[in-house]
């Protein structure tokens, strides 16, 4: 037995009913399901179970998301360190400052570059991760259950989903709002009808939309602008995308202004296919979001309209902005979407939609996948209830 487990089983009466600690038994559960598997088990055959428990769900998730998370690193310090040289920056401001002057700022170092974005990247995780753990912590101590570990899952997608120059104090109210009103209010994982990482993302949208759209954003150098190639969309169509020398092979690779983790698609669809492989997540759900949203771009394609949007098609609507992000990790949410298999397909074309017409139709507000979803995520127990009543009414009318 290892050092690890007997120092475990030895503070367990300290934590178990009665103890001393007793009231932070979810703390010490945690720490010991994180690190062994559960020695409660079930034996006999009259009980059935599944291998993949929700632990093991979450965790393939955030496994997931790893392509991503490289991605961020490479990209967002890139994009700075490209900034810099092109405006004759020769240091970043802070304490930022202080460790990138040992490796130097060129965009073809590659340490430089990971360095550069692990700086803006970590500190929003960590912030995230600690902000929203305690909150995890106060609710599980309160209500006296288990700390569920599907927080580690919303803590990588939300820090995925914000720009680099997010101030932090922000991070910390938009995580606060994700886990108390997007999930425990409700009771918890499960329980929860809307996704807590886009729910914390809404409310930083709408609560502090300059630090959340617009050009200065996106590229973390003081100073520097650049609008995202969806925001050149929306003002110029693909007239403008051309214009500004960005391609499309740049937008499925990621290297290109955007929030941290949803610029690549390329990284997106490995941790799709991953997701796909263990069967964590639902592919009819991300071919109901592809086809609806290939359907309605293809459809506003055959329109005539001064509206530039209308003339972007499906294969830049898939790469540019968060879609491939939102249809692979947020769509898929298991506790929000849909859970019949009819609904589910239901479900992600309704998203694939409404993406697109908010994309296109509303000019103020183009990027659309975030909105799609949390509407979507509302509709969804009404989507079950009429497949499940769908099928009570054909099987009554077949024993008829």
């Known amino acids: 037995m290892s050092s690890t487990r007997q ?13 001393r600690f007793e009231r932070l038994y979810p703390v010490y559960e ?26 093991r769900v979450m965790t393939y998730v955030w496994i997931a998301a790893l392509p991503c998370l490289v991605v961020a690193l490479f990209n967002t310090g890139y994009q700075a360190n ?18 990138l002057d040992i490796v130097g700022y060129s965009p073809y170092n590659p340490i430089s570059v990971f360095l550069h974005g692990a700086l803006y990247f970590f500190p929003v995780y960590i912030v995230t991760l600690a902000v929203g753990g305690i909150w995890e912590v106060l609710f599980a101590t309160v209500r006296k259950h288990d700390i569920n570990e599907g927080f580690f899952v919303s803590s990588i997608l939300f820090a ?31 329980k929860n009808f809307m996704n807590p990482a886009l729910t914390g993302r809404a409310f930083l949208y709408f609560a502090y939309p300059a630090s959340m759209s617009g050009d200065a954003v996106w590229t973390a150098v003081d100073g520097f602008s650049g609008a995202t190639t969806l925001g050149v969309a929306a003002l110029s169509g693909l007239d403008g995308i051309h214009a500004a020398g960005i391609s499309w092979w740049a937008t499925l690779f990621g290297i290109e202004p955007g929030s941290m983790g949803e610029t690549s698609v390329i990284a997106i669809l490995i941790g799709a296919a991953f997701l796909l492989y263990t069967r964590i997540a639902s592919w009819r759900i991300m071919a109901g979001v592809f086809l609806g949203m290939v359907a309605t771009s293809t459809l506003f394609n055959f329109i005539s309209s001064d509206n530039v949007m209308f003339t972007v098609p499906w294969y830049w609507h898939l790469t540019v902005g968060g879609f491939a992000f939102g249809m692979v990790y947020m769509a898929t ?46 509709f969804a127990p009404l989507i079950d209830y009429f497949v499940v009543q769908a099928n009570i009414n054909r099987r009554i009318k077949r024993n008829v």
């Open 7 to 19: 120092f475990l089983d030895k503070i367990h009466p300290s934590f178990a009913k009665g103890g």
């Open 30 to 55: 945690m720490v010991d399901t994180f690190l062994y598997s559960p020695a409660d088990v079930t034996r006999g055959n009259t009980h059935v179970r599944d291998a993949i428990d929700l632990k």
């Open 82 to 99: 490209s900034a810099m040289q092109m405006i004759g920056l020769t240091s970043a401001p802070g304490w930022r400052g202080f460790i």
């Open 160 to 190: 995925l989903t914000m720009p680099p120059d997010v101030p932090l104090w922000q991070v910390a109210l938009g995580i606060s709002f994700g886990v108390v009103m997007g999930k425990e209010v409700f009771g918890g994982t499960g």
């Open 333 to 378: 949410d298991p506790v929000s979407a849909a859970q019949t298999q009819t609904g589910r397909w239901v479900f992600g074309a309704l998203i694939g939609v409404m993406t697109v017409l908010i994309r296109v139709v509303n000019p103020a507000f183009p990027e659309g996948i975030m909105l799609a979803i949390l509407f979507s995520n509302i």
